[in-house]
């Protein structure tokens, strides 16, 4: 009788317990939506020429766009980030970097900026956003988008006439693993990029390809001097004459400060140019 008594009350300990966690779990999901929700990130607006009037969607009439288009952000808490367009077949989520944005800061420490022109293939239904972080859980509303190439033909847009820009703003970083890190900004209507490393006075030699805005180099060796191109491709081709990045690889180091002291002037921007490639 007393072993019966002690297993229910251990089951009601247990029951409390279980509904306690729920009610936990419960608390922080609602708060996160809520505050995915209610805080608020700013706005921004797309305009059919770069002083051309702002455009936003409503609930029942997209934004139609024709040939190049410029984006323009308005008091937003980020200085920077990405703009996306996603496309939905069925289940599939197509997302589509537009390009990216570095706003200027206001005098209540929010963000404007201006960025184009793009373009985009011609479709309609798409869904234009800001992305400010890695998760893509922070952003102002996005806009409903019907986008149309110049000449209304459907064949595809200007991204398949000509190759993207050079991507802007390549970093080069020596790891203490003797590794080098490559970041770099989105080319807008990239579909790859191609990596290019030399050493001194060596022949620029094709690495890898990617679709990220990074990559890290692991086929290097300590105390030898790199210098790296970064181009941006699609179905048109190629970038050329891409600005290079320098940078010594370190060996590895036990002692943190060590590690510190070997990375001080191990990244370097040049502005020379790729003149060989292999």
């Not at 997302?95 to 293939?121: C, I, K, Q, R, S």
């Not at 890695?134 to 996005?142: K, N, V």
């Not at 847009?157 to 050079?166: G, H, I, S, T």
């Amino acid at each position: 009788m007393d072993t019966n008594k002690t297993a229910i009350r251990r089951a009601k300990r247990w029951i409390s317990f279980a509904l306690a966690g729920l009610m936990v779990v419960g608390a922080f999901a609602g708060g996160a939506a809520a505050h995915v929700s209610s805080e608020d990130h700013g706005g921004f607006t797309l305009h059919d020429s770069e002083e051309g009037e702002p455009r936003t969607s409503t609930a029942t009439n997209p934004v139609e766009l024709d040939c190049e288009f410029w984006v323009k952000g308005q008091n937003l808490s980020h200085q920077s980030g990405w703009i996306n367009a996603t496309t939905s077949s069925g289940p599939t989520v197509t997302v589509t970097t537009v390009g990216t944005f570095n706003g200027t800061e206001n005098e209540n420490g929010t963000y404007d900026f201006e960025a184009g022109p793009f373009t985009l293939e011609e479709r309609d239904n798409y869904l234009i956003y800001l992305r400010f972080d890695a998760e893509g859980q922070h952003g102002p509303p996005s806009h409903e988008v019907n986008y149309k190439t110049c000449d209304g033909s459907g064949d595809g847009d200007q991204m398949r006439n000509q190759p993207p820009a050079c991507p802007e703003n390549l970093e080069a970083q020596a790891q203490q693993n003797e590794n080098i890190r490559l970041s770099w900004d989105a080319s807008a209507n990239a579909s790859t990029y191609n990596v290019y490393r030399a050493t001194e006075d060596g022949e620029m030699l094709h690495v890898a390809e990617t679709n990220d805005t990074s990559f890290t180099d692991t086929e290097t060796e300590a105390e030898t001097t790199y210098t790296y191109e970064v181009t941006a491709a699609n179905e048109a081709g190629e970038a050329e004459d891409c600005p290079t990045a320098e940078v010594t690889a370190i060996p590895f180091f036990g002692n943190p400060a060590l590690v510190a002291m070997a990375a001080i002037g191990s990244v370097g921007a040049v502005g020379a140019l790729r003149v060989r490639r292999g």
